[in-house]
């Protein structure tokens, strides 16, 4: 994955020293972690690194990759709901316009 290398290159020629990584899904950091690792990156001693969607594969991969779980369908229902408020040009709840609080499944890479 040439973005990996890019990225990783990125953090190699930075002044300050990086000691997590957040990415935006678990399909970008595990190829990520991987690359880092093969360059002699210890995780998470050297490197936390944690995603976001929980995907089956961070489950398999070692070190096992912490990940940040949404509700879906949470998300979706709220959507739904402030979307019937509006198209009603009713006033939003305030509990609908909170976002869901998002699941931290941890696991060994953070």
Not at 56 to 68: D, G, H, K, N, T
């Amino acid at each position: 994955m040439e973005a990996a290398d890019l990225f990783i290159d990125s953090i190699r020629s930075s002044a300050a020293p990086m000691t997590a990584l957040y990415a935006f899904n678990d399909d970008f950091a595990l190829p990520v972690m991987a690359k880092l690792m093969d360059r002699g990156y210890r995780i998470p001693e050297d490197l936390a690194v944690s995603g976001t969607d929980d995907s089956p594969a961070s489950r398999y991969f070692r070190p096992e990759l912490s990940s940040v779980r949404f509700d879906l369908e949470e998300f979706g229902s709220r959507a739904v709901a402030i979307i019937k408020h509006m198209s009603r040009t009713e006033a939003v709840p305030e509990n609908l316009l909170t976002p869901p609080v998002p699941l931290l499944i941890h696991r060994s890479s953070s």
